[in-house]
């Protein structure tokens, strides 16, 4: 994804868009999940948790 369709999807998202929302947590899910691996297991709740981090991220963010 190129940035300028990067910064649309935030500013999307950040204006409250669902699927701007789905999409940047698609494009971030193989992170979060490595992220969740604790002691070589998949922790879900783990994972529930950084995807809250980053919609809470994605709120606060200024693209300016």
């Known amino acids: 994804m190129k940035m300028a ?6 500013m999307r998202a950040k204006s409250g868009d669902s699927n701007s929302l789905e999409a940047l947590l698609d ?3 193989p992170l979060l999940y490595k992220e969740s691996i604790v ?3 998949f922790d879900e709740d ?3 948790e950084l995807c809250l ?3 809470k991220c994605i709120a606060k963010f200024d693209i300016r």
């Open 5 to 10: 369709d990067f910064s649309k999807v935030l």
């Open 53 to 55: 981090v980053l919609i």
């Open 46 to 48: 783990l994972f529930q």
């Open 27 to 29: 494009m971030y899910r």
């Open 39 to 41: 002691k070589g297991i």
